[in-house]
């Protein structure tokens, strides 16, 4: 069975005041409703997100909501992130009932995780970002180790980057790429490379970026990256032109992925694969350079095993430069995919 999915940008709801609470549910919801969650499946959706939204309030008295849609194995589902920078707390204190820092009954987060189908986190004195994830009654075990944040420009109404996601039985492909500046003409540039990927996300990664090349002549142009993890090989192959950034992410260790100078669209040459036959077992991240690339992982311990939806949103969160579209991909690479 294959799966094809080309990303949308993230709806981040600021948290500052409990109007805000409110407001990050109708949201979710609404998310959820796209996704075709049943009356039931939208109120565990609708719990959670109060829940995630509410201890921010409590604990950090301000920071955002982050909802998207995801792919998933046979059911599409709805992922809910809080985003805060207030004082970091300890996973293990915080899941069992009982404990709380706010005074409160300390059931919040329990409740989420009997509530959610996938949970995780990271904090640390720079504050917290907690994930869940719902997928329909049935389908608890259709999770997809990736992550994807996406935000754009802000005084902007669209967003030119993008992102897709194809995954069959021995092939995972993922797309980044920029649209050139902002604004409706690099959001047509973007989504003329989505559809391209759409039309040729198997083809091997040259071909691939011959092909949105040919689909982005006419437009503004852009910087596109394409990864291909083979899985039974557990190898990856990567090509990229412009400035879409990667690396391959293990605990103690990375790898940058490198992309040769051009425009995809415009000023384009034949990239040049590069191959990494260890990349099982490895965290994959690819983003747009609406994010800041001077960022180490080594000073996140713990961050690559962490789930890659946590380690999107962290960068997000610390990283993004903010006066540029952003996206950002990770993928555990070996992983239920």
């Known amino acids: 069975m294959e ?4 990303g949308s940008p993230t709806r981040i709801v600021p948290i500052e005041e409990a109007t805000g609470v409110g407001q990050a549910r109708r949201v979710a919801q609404q998310v959820a409703a796209d996704a075709g969650f049943d009356e039931t499946d939208s109120g565990r959706v ?7 939204a509410t201890n921010v309030l409590k604990h950090a008295a301000r920071g955002e909501m982050h909802i998207a849609l995801l792919p998933g194995h046979g059911a599409q589902g709805v992922e809910v992130t809080a985003v805060d ?9 915080c899941l069992p009932d009982g404990y709380s820092t706010g005074g409160t009954r300390g059931e919040g987060l329990g409740s989420v995780t009997r ?14 970002v907690v994930m869940a994830r719902m997928y329909p009654k049935g389908h608890g ?3 997809i180790r990736f992550g994807a944040t996406q935000q754009r420009m802000d005084g902007e109404s669209v967003c030119g980057d993008g992102w897709g996601l194809a995954i069959r039985a021995d092939l995972v492909s993922v797309l980044v790429v920029d649209g050139l500046g902002h604004g409706l003409p690099a959001q047509e540039a973007a989504h003329a490379a989505t559809d391209a990927f759409v039309a040729h996300a198997f ?8 092909a949105m090349n040919d689909a982005m002549a006419g437009t503004r142009g852009g910087a596109a990256a394409v990864a291909h993890y083979a899985v039974e090989q557990g190898s990856l192959r990567y090509a990229g032109i412009g400035n879409i950034a990667g690396t391959l992410l293990a605990l103690g260790s990375s790898r940058g992925l490198a992309s040769h100078p051009g425009i995809v669209g415009v000023q384009a040459r034949r990239p ?3 191959d990494f036959p260890e990349a099982k077992g490895k965290l994959l991240v690819m983003y747009s350079d609406g994010l800041i690339s001077r ?8 961050l690559a095993s962490r789930h890659p939806g946590v380690v999107t949103t962290l960068l997000h969160r610390d990283f993004n430069r903010g006066r540029d579209d952003v996206t950002v991909f990770a993928m555990a690479l070996g992983a239920n995919a």
């Open 3 to 6: 799966l094809i999915f080309i």
């Open 46 to 52: 609708a719990l959670v997100t109060t829940e995630l």
């Open 85 to 93: 920078r207030g004082p970091g707390f300890n996973l293990a204190d």
């Open 115 to 128: 509530q959610a189908d996938v949970m995780d986190m990271y904090a640390d004195s720079r504050g917290a």
């Open 141 to 143: 075990k259709a999770d």
């Open 203 to 210: 083809d091997e990664p040259v071909a691939l970026m011959a």
């Open 272 to 274: 040049q694969p590069f």
């Open 295 to 302: 960022w180490n992982a080594r000073d996140y311990p713990g």
